[in-house]
Structures are given as C-alpha cells and as structure tokens.
C-alpha cells in the first residue's frame, strides 16, 4: 500500500476508502477519466483510483449554474492535482429544460471531447434513488456499473458502495469535498426521495431500503439490456415498416422494438407514443394514424398500410 498519492499521505487504517479501492479494481486501467464535481463521491474516486496506481485525468466541469461555480471547479481540481492527477476544467452552458437532465447530457457531451470512457462516482445509495424516481414515471429501471451512449462509455465502479463510504473515506483522507446546496433543496424530487422517501420507508421496513432496492434497480437494468440485445439482433426486420406480425411478441420485447422503430424515424419516444401505436398492432378496426411528432411538411404519423406500421409526415 503506498504510504501517499501525490502529496496526500494515506492513513494506515481506513476502513472506508478500503471499501472504495476493493470496489474499483474490478474497472482499472492504466489511465482512466473520472467526472470529478468536488462532490464527496468523485473525490474519493479519484483518491481511490490513484492508490490503486491508475494515472487519472480528472474532469472537472462548470456548469454555470450557480454563483461560485467556477470556484468549486478549481478548488476540486486542485485537490485532484494535489493527489497527483491531471485536472482539466471545462466550462458549459446548459440548455433550457429539465436542468438535471440537460446539466447530465451538456455534461457527458463534453467528457466526449475529451475522452470515450469516463468513471462517474454513483453509489448504492444513488442506485436506490434511481429506482425510485424511474418507478414514479412508470418505467423502473437502474444503472449498469457500465452503460455505453453513442461516442461515451460510462463506468460506475462503486454502485455497490454506500455514500457513506465515500463521506468517510473524504475524512479519512482528510479531503475538503464540495457540499452541493442543491442536494438539500426539495424542490429537486431526488432530493425529496433521498431526505424523506427513504428515511420513511426505512421505519416501514424496520431496515436499510437501499441495498434491496439497489438489487430490483440492477435487476431491471439487466433486463433491460438483455431486451435491447434481442432488439438489436432483429432490428433489420422493421427497417421497411414495422410488421404487424410482431404484434405477438412478448409485450415487454414488442414495446422495445417499437421504441426503437420510431427512434429510427427521429421519434421521441415516450411511454404514451409507444402504447397508442402499439394499439394499432393489438386493438386494430382500422382506426386512423396515431400523431407522433412533427416533421417540416406537417405532423408525423404512424399508419397501418398493408400489414405494416410507417411512418409518414
């Protein structure tokens, strides 16, 4: 075990940042990229991953979104620097919208310019908020300790360690972690799900609710990716229009592949778009197009023509 990272001595017992170099072992390379906020979580991932004798670049992204943002971004840089990583800082402006949505994909649009893999700091504890939030809009889901976009793949190497791992390991190491104000404010519903939903549903269960819903929010994402597998296998059979014989597959499977259909149209997709077309495969009497979106012609619709589903606009 070496005796520092840079110039941060390591302390000969801590047991929490152990917990966190055991969790990222499985993932190391010779150079990885970490997503560093200044947050307790990024932190301790990078200290972990340097004692782990990964060279770590770390990118540190201002989002422009509150007064002392650009502050914050150096300040965790420094502190990278100073366990002997490279820092790198870069600054975006977030589109209007969802802001923790668009904030993530300004974020992750960025990291792709400077690298195709980055390691992120979720934890077991964000895995369970996940789930919660996801099974609120109807769609329970959870994330992959690797999930893949089109030019980034992402690596979560301590979704099976607790936050409060990585708060101790910052104290252990005696690091200086950013506390995000917004993580207290309920007007963000992760907020509410994080300071009210779970301490309520820990004295319904008379336990710990996260390391059981963490498991059912791995499971889904698992399940999900086996799905998208068969997607993709057969993903050339609805490239001329979506066969109406599909309508007996398995429900779970017809509605990926519907999805994935008018995503090939340039459809956004959602829950409700999926179920009112998947009705003309299921419940068809020779109703009209279903309206999925807008084209420069007029609006986007799927039709029912001669024993396939098109889309037309």
Request: proline share 5%.
């Amino acid at each position: 075990m070496p005796a520092t990272i840079g110039d941060l001595p390591l302390p000969r017992i801590s047991p929490h940042f152990l917990k966190l170099r055991v969790a990222v072992r499985a993932y190391l390379r010779e150079h990885v990229h970490i997503g560093l906020s200044g947050g307790p979580d990024s932190l301790a991932l990078v200290a972990a991953a340097r004692a782990e004798g990964a060279r770590v670049t770390a990118i540190c992204i201002n989002h422009n979104l509150q007064d002392n943002s650009a502050a914050v971004s150096e300040m965790a840089a420094h502190q990278a620097e100073s366990m002997g990583a490279r820092a790198v800082i870069r600054s975006v402006t977030v589109p209007a919208g969802s802001m923790e949505a668009a904030a993530r994909e300004a974020r992750y649009a960025e990291f792709a310019q400077l690298t195709d893999m980055i390691w992120t700091g979720h934890t077991m504890d964000d895995q369970a908020e996940t789930f919660l939030l996801a099974g609120l809009r109807g769609n329970p889901a959870g994330m992959k300790s690797a999930s893949r976009r089109p030019d980034l793949t992402i690596i979560r190497p301590l979704l099976g360690v607790r936050r409060a791992d990585t708060h101790g390991a910052c104290e252990e190491l005696q690091l200086s972690p950013w506390s995000d104000p917004q993580n207290f404010d309920h007007a963000f519903r992760r907020v509410s799900i994080r300071e009210q939903l779970i301490p309520l549903l820990r004295d319904i269960h008379e336990g710990d609710p996260v390391p059981g819903l963490a498991l059912a929010a791995g499971r889904a994402a698992m399940e999900g990716e086996a799905l998208e597998f068969f997607v993709d296998k057969r993903r050339s059979e609805w490239s001329d229009g979506f066969p109406v014989s599909l309508a007996s597959e398995p429900f779970a499977l017809r509605r990926r592949m519907l999805a994935d259909f008018l995503r090939g149209h340039g459809v956004r997709v959602t829950s409700r778009k999926v179920e009112a077309v998947d009705r003309l495969l299921t419940h068809w009497h020779g109703q009209g197009g279903v309206a999925v979106g807008k084209a420069a012609t007029g609006r986007l619709e799927v039709v029912r023509v001669s024993g396939k589903l098109r889309v037309t606009g």
